[in-house]
């Protein structure tokens, strides 16, 4: 174990879980509702969010903001087919929860025309007719007439998705997710788990506080912070990088005017600096600023190995070089846009060999993990979430998609 945190003497809390679940972000709750609803005993041990980024020395979470897109239009079949499971399940979670997280907003994919089949654009178009998804090809004067705000350069073409789609609030998904199993029975710890071991038949799970937990299933779901603590046998293989995303304060009248703009996906051609942005909607953040953002999931220096780089630069705020060239991109993008001012946010990603999470047994008997969102598992969280629970409830691959794809390395 890499962390400086220190283990009290435990005391133990019975009765044991059939299944508990560590971590507490998108694919964790999930997980959690969905034993749940199986009428699993099932519990959640996951720290809340920190009142002090700057100071705080524990386990942070990437979904502690208010703004990811969704859709299923996506370049990959079955990162689309995962989308499209959760998509349609967002009402009825917001219904059980009493918590809205889902604005449908659409979804605008922009890239240059002709496309090569390599390009996202051309894909997402594939994908996008193969899963059935209701979208429009627009080419520039469409795009022009349909988004006057937008700098559309000759040749840009787009992928429009004016239904089941727009943004999700994640931190908001991850209470909902919470909030509707705890209705079911289940248990909410808001602790930070250190170390396991097995005590028997049952796996025993020891926390920052000085307590202990007990259950007979165990599924890890804690993201970049998987391999930093001795949760597991053997460290799994995860790529953790950096991500400074930037938000543009907009006015009232800014957002009033930008109230029909969709959450957008932006491919480039002959940028210097970057491949690809992501811009969200107008939202309104816990200051009571609203805010554009964009991102473009990874930082120049942006590899992070150890545990005390990861916790730093949650504390850092983000790259502020990064930043900047950040606004001057989204200026580019709506030449027109009023700023009033703008701030970084830090994300880490966890990335896999194969480009899909992780859903596997790993090492002893009961033990499974659900890790590696690969910059793009918010909108897909439910489904991962009830590919996680079915493996850990069963104890044996029953979801349809091929396990291959979801293996541990």
């Known amino acids: 174990m890499q962390s400086k945190i220190q283990n009290p003497k435990s005391k133990i809390q019975n009765p044991p879980f059939e299944v508990l679940v560590i971590g507490g972000g998108l694919i964790g709750s999930a997980a959690l509702r969905h034993l749940s609803e199986a009428g699993v005993r099932a519990g ?30 996506d370049k990959d079949a079955v990162w689309g087919r995962l989308a499209q499971r959760s998509i349609a399940r967002y009402r009825s979670i917001e219904a059980a929860s009493g918590i809205r997280f889902y604005e449908p907003r659409g979804f605008l994919h922009l890239g240059p025309s002709p496309p090569s089949p390599a390009v996202r654009l051309a894909r997402a178009e594939v994908v996008g007719k193969q899963l059935g998804v209701r979208f429009e090809r627009l080419d520039d004067a469409v795009l022009r007439r349909r988004f006057p705000y937008l700098h559309i350069p000759p040749g840009t073409a787009g992928l429009y998705q004016p239904d089941d789609a727009g943004c999700i609030n994640p931190r908001a998904l991850a209470q909902a997710q919470q909030a509707a199993a705890r209705a079911l029975g289940a248990v909410v710890i808001h602790d930070t788990a250190l170390s396991t071991h097995r005590a028997g038949d049952l796996i025993e799970v020891r926390t920052r506080s000085g307590d202990a937990y007990r259950c007979r299933k165990l599924l890890v779901a804690t993201g970049a912070f998987t391999n930093h603590f001795d949760l597991l046998d053997r460290p799994v293989a995860l790529d953790v990088k950096a991500e400074t995303v930037w938000l543009g304060r907009v006015s009232p009248a800014e957002a009033q005017r930008l109230r029909g703009m969709p959450s957008i996906w932006y491919d480039f051609e ?6 690809y942005a992501y811009i969200l909607p107008p939202i309104r953040y816990p200051d009571g600023h609203t805010y554009l953002k964009i991102g473009v999931d990874r930082d120049p220096d942006a590899e992070k190995t150890s545990l005390a780089e990861i916790i730093a630069f949650f504390q850092s705020g983000g790259h502020v070089g990064r930043g900047e060239e950040l606004r001057a991109l989204l200026q580019s993008i709506f030449p027109t846009l009023l700023l009033d001012q703008g701030l970084t946010k830090p994300c880490i990603l966890s990335y896999t060999p194969q480009n899909y999470p992780m859903v596997d047994a790993v090492g002893a008997s009961g033990v499974f993990v659900a890790v590696g969102g690969c910059g793009g598992s918010a909108k897909s969280s439910d489904e991962i979430g009830r ?13 349809d998609l091929d396990a291959a794809l979801f293996r541990v390395e």
Do not use: C, K, N
């Open 387 to 399: 590919m996680a629970a079915l493996l850990a409830q069963h104890g044996t691959w029953t979801h």
């Open 270 to 275: 002959d940028h210097p600096v970057f491949p």
């Open 44 to 73: 959640l041990m996951g720290p809340g969010e920190p009142e002090d980024w700057a100071r705080h020395d524990g386990v942070f979470a990437s979904h502690y903001d208010e703004g990811r897109i969704t859709r299923s239009l």
